[in-house]
């Protein structure tokens, strides 16, 4: 559920943008980094509307949603993706604002582990799948 200052407020420490989890407001970069930072990737899926889902461990899932409309994020080919991404590590977030058509958004980028170049091993996010990120009750 989207909170009513969204997209407004920024983290003074880190400059990411604060979303709300539960009652609290908290900065993306923290809250990222405490539920899916330095695990790996285990497994990739899609429900039935679409939503791909990445698994960190038997626990948490992340779904992933365009940064710009929220709508699911398109893969392509499931079984490539899966074989590019699974069994890597996150190893950290950079965030940046992106405008067109007179809107502007926050993407949200999840650097994982290999041997590529930087950019050839991040994952684009929205807000929405920080939002709606999933962690089992123990």
């Given amino acids: 559920m989207m909170g009513l200052l969204d997209r407004l407020l920024r983290c003074g420490e880190h400059q990411f943008p604060m979303v709300r989890i539960g009652l609290n407001y908290v ?3 923290e809250y990222l980094d405490e539920v ?3 695990r790996r990737l285990t497994e990739v899926s899609q429900d039935t509307d679409g939503v791909l ?3 960190f461990g038997p626990e948490r ?3 992933l949603f365009c940064p710009c409309c929220g709508e699911a994020s398109v893969t392509g080919d ?3 993706f899966k074989q590019r991404w699974c069994g890597r590590r996150v190893e950290g977030f950079t965030t940046y604002q992106e405008r067109a058509e007179g809107d502007t958004w926050d993407v949200i ?3 994982f582990s290999g041997r590529e170049p930087e950019e050839d ?3 684009p996010i929205g807000i ?3 939002q709606q990120l999933e962690i089992a009750e123990d």
């Fill in 27 to 29: 900065c993306t970069a």
């Fill in 36 to 38: 899916i930072g330095h």
């Fill in 53 to 55: 889902y990445l698994q």
């Fill in 61 to 63: 899932w992340l779904p």
């Fill in 78 to 80: 499931l079984d490539a």
């Fill in 109 to 111: 980028e999840i650097f």
């Fill in 121 to 123: 091993r991040t994952l």
């Fill in 128 to 130: 929405k799948s920080v």
